[in-house]
């Protein structure tokens, strides 16, 4: 990719356009051109400011981004966190099992493990150690 081809790509993806109308004016690959953007931070709605991309998302202060990293979105862990608990209705959450306890009977929901078998750690431990039963 010559330093003209990104320049394009820089100044087309700061405009707005998608992948596949920059690869059909520079002759190249639409994965190229999203390669490019990806490793340059030039992906996702650029329409934002480039101000606010360089701001916490909770607390606002600014960000130090570092070349060659994952784009920053928070200035510390405890922002992060902060910021997802007062905004759960935006996890993607993929990985959500619906089950019925060995122990109790009572169905649950689980996320990220596809083989629990029981609704809470009191469960387990009366049907492992206490010969079943569950939560009376």
Known sequence: ??????????????????????????????????????????????????????????CGKPLVQEDGMKTRVFCSSDCKTKWWREHPEKMNHKATYQFVCAACGRPFEAYGNSKRKY?????????????????E
């Open 1 to 58: 990719m010559t330093e003209e081809q990104r320049n394009r790509i820089v100044s087309a993806r700061k405009n707005g356009m998608g992948y596949a109308k920059i690869a059909a004016e520079i002759g190249m690959t639409k994965n190229a051109v999203a390669a490019f953007c990806r490793r340059n931070a030039l992906t996702g709605n650029l329409s934002v400011s480039e101000d606010k991309r360089d701001l916490c998302r909770e």
């Open 119 to 135: 609704c809470s750690h009191s469960c387990y431990i009366n049907a492992r150690f206490k010969g079943g039963g569950g939560h």
